[in-house]
T-cell receptor
Framework: AQTVTQSQPEMSVQEAETVTLSCTYD???????LFWYKQPPSRQMILVIR??????QNATENRFSVNFQKAAKSFSLKISDSQLGDTAMYFC?????????FGAGTQVVVTP | DAMVIQNPRYQVTQFGKPVTLSCSQT?????MYWYQQKSSQAPKLLFH???????NEADTPDNFQSRRPNTSFCFLDIRSPGLGDAAMYLC??????????????FGPGTRLTVT
C-alpha cells in the first residue's frame, strides 16, 4: 500500500519570507513520481512541481523547489519569497501505476 | 488554451434525484479521472478511464457511475444522491503510462449540494 503523510496541517509565513512544507511517503515501487499541487481558495488544483524518483537532482520551478531524499522517502517543498497569491492548500502526491495518492494537505497562509 | 472544463460549476439536486456532472478536455489525454473532495480533505479517487477501459475504485459506492462516450468527454452519474454525497467533484486528465506524462491536470470542479 502507498501512503503519503503531511504532518503540518497549517503554516503561516510573512510576505517575502521562506516556508518549507514537509512530506513523507511510503511505496514499494521503484518507478514513481512525486508532485506538489496547490489548491487556492478558488479550488482549482494546480500543479506546482514534479519530481521523477529516478532523478537525483532536485526539481525547481521559479520560487518553488523541492528537497527529495529518496532513501528517507522524504519530499519537502520550499516556497521562497512568499507572495500573497501563494495562500492555498498544498497537497503532496505520489504517482504510481496510473494513480495519485494525496497527502492530507497543508494550508499555507501568507500574511502581509 | 488547452484545458479541462467542468459543467456546471455549481449543481443543486434533491435527495434521491439523479444528477449528471460533465467534464470535457481539449488536451487529447488518454486518461480521465473523477475525484470526490469534501471540505478540507484530499481528493478521493472514484474511478478513471484509460481510453475506453473503465477502472472502478474498490470503495466507490454503486450509486456512482461514469460514462466516457469519446476521448473528450466524461460524465459522472449519481443515481440517488444522499446528503453525504454533497462535495466538490473534480475531473482530471493525464497522458497515461508510456506516453511521457504522469501529472494530472484538473478542472475547476463542480460543487454539488443535496437538499
Amino acid at each position: 500500500a502507498q501512503t503519503v503523510t503531511q504532518s503540518q496541517p497549517e503554516m503561516s509565513v510573512q510576505e517575502a519570507e521562506t516556508v518549507t512544507l514537509s512530506c513523507t511517503y511510503d511505496t514499494s515501487e521503484n518507478n514513481y513520481y512525486l508532485f506538489w499541487y496547490k489548491q487556492p481558495p478558488s479550488r482549482q488544483m494546480i500543479l506546482v512541481i514534479r519530481q521523477e524518483a529516478y532523478k537525483q537532482q532536485n526539481a525547481t520551478e521559479n520560487r518553488f523547489s523541492v528537497n527529495f531524499q529518496k532513501a528517507a522517502k522524504s519530499f519537502s517543498l520550499k516556497i521562497s519569497d512568499s507572495q500573497l497569491g501563494d495562500t492555498a492548500m498544498y497537497f503532496c502526491a505520489l504517482h504510481s501505476w496510473g494513480k495519485l495518492q494525496f497527502g492530507a494537505g497543508t494550508q499555507v497562509v501568507v500574511t502581509p | 488554451d488547452a484545458m479541462v472544463i467542468q459543467n456546471p460549476r455549481y449543481q443543486v439536486t434533491q435527495f434521491g434525484k439523479p444528477v449528471t456532472l460533465s467534464c470535457s478536455q481539449t488536451l487529447n489525454h488518454n486518461v480521465m479521472y473523477w475525484y470526490q473532495q469534501k471540505s478540507s480533505q484530499a481528493p478521493k479517487l472514484l474511478f478513471h478511464y484509460y481510453d475506453k477501459d473503465f477502472n472502478n475504485e474498490a470503495d466507490t459506492p454503486d450509486n456512482f457511475q461514469s460514462r466516457r462516450p469519446n476521448t473528450s468527454f466524461c460524465f459522472l452519474d449519481i443515481r440517488s444522491p444522499g446528503l453525504g454525497d454533497a462535495a466538490m467533484y473534480l475531473c482530471a486528465t493525464s497522458r497515461g503510462p508510456g506516453q511521457g506524462g504522469h501529472e494530472q491536470y484538473f478542472g475547476p470542479g463542480t460543487r454539488l449540494t443535496v437538499t
